[in-house]
């Protein structure tokens, strides 16, 4: 199916960030820097590499601030225009030319795949992608382009797995299947977070989805879960057992930046790859270690 056409993308971002209080009382977790850039900011940049033309914000009440992230800066621009800082100006006005962005609402945290379902309208009747904004995937060739191209190849649905240790299976959605290839599972079976040594799998699904538009069909029907939140998950599982759904291990390193201790780490690897940083830190890093 090379004509499958994916354009948009959806990214839910109406989450509280417990997480990450009190920094997330005022600040949309998104919004959090990975060294100077908004981690929203490095996902949508994700998209925009593979191609995608158009961002569905799934936002939430209080999260204004993500929307104005992505709008034209005009009396800071100005400023930094008549400061003789046009470089910083043009960098702002290149985040507000990203791409065509457009917000939805989440009126009640009720689940990712609710969130998803909120986005239907915005979507319509086509493929798209589903990028959630606490994984980071530093790849060369971008994350969710190497999954759009499978999606295409195949007709099916295609989602992001990581090979994850055993003693963390249970914290992640879990992938059972058979090999369709190099990096590829055709998925049969879908646990969420199944007790340890209960599956003979340690693929873990991360957050980057290419979903058909009848998903939206299936999420409908999903009974709410635990919380009565509507998983994904469940829609996925549907996916799978209609043998419409792949899994990739994606080339690249992915980080964790809902996860603190992830978070640091992704500002870590961020920063080592800044030729104005890495020395710096390099050297700060060894004085901690003495």
């Known amino acids: 199916m090379a004509d499958w056409k994916i354009r948009k993308v959806v990214i839910p971002a109406a989450g509280l960030g417990t997480r990450f209080l009190p920094a997330t009382k005022a600040i949309p977790k998104e919004l959090l820097p990975i060294v100077d850039v908004p981690t929203l900011q490095l996902v949508v940049e994700e998209a925009v590499a593979a191609g995608f033309t158009d961002v569905v914000l ?13 709008d034209i800066a005009f009396e ?3 400023t930094l225009r008549a400061r003789g800082k046009t470089a910083q100006a043009d960098g702002l006005r290149a985040i507000a030319n990203l791409a065509h962005v457009h917000s939805v609402r989440q009126k009640e945290p009720l689940g990712l795949g609710h969130a998803v379902l909120c986005a239907e309208a915005a979507v319509g009747d086509e493929p798209f992608a589903v990028m959630l904004g606490d994984d980071l995937i530093d790849s060369v060739d971008p994350g969710i382009g190497q999954l759009v191209r499978v ?11 990581l090979a994850v240790p055993e003693r963390e299976t249970s914290l992640y959605g879990i992938a059972t299947g058979k090999s369709a290839g190099a990096r590829r599972t055709a998925i049969e079976h879908l646990v969420e977070k199944p007790k340890p040594g209960t599956v003979k799998s340690n693929l873990a699904i ?29 829609a996925l599982a549907q996916l799978a057992v209609e043998g419409r759904l792949i899994g990739v291990e994606l080339e690249g390193t992915r980080h964790d930046a809902g996860d603190r201790l992830g978070y640091l780490k992704a500002n870590l ?22």
């Open 76 to 78: 800071m621009e100005t």
């Open 269 to 290: 690897a961020y920063a080592m790859k800044r030729p104005e940083l890495r020395d710096g830190l390099i050297a700060y890093m060894r004085e901690l270690v003495r």
């Open 151 to 161: 999606a295409q190849e195949t007709g099916k649905g295609a989602v992001a797995l």
């Open 58 to 70: 799934v936002n939430g009440r209080g999260k204004s601030a993500i929307e104005d992230h992505f």
């Open 206 to 234: 991360i957050g980057r989805y290419v979903l058909p538009p009848d998903v939206f069909a299936i999420l409908r029907k999903v009974k709410p879960g635990a919380g009565g939140e509507v998983q994904l998950t469940d």
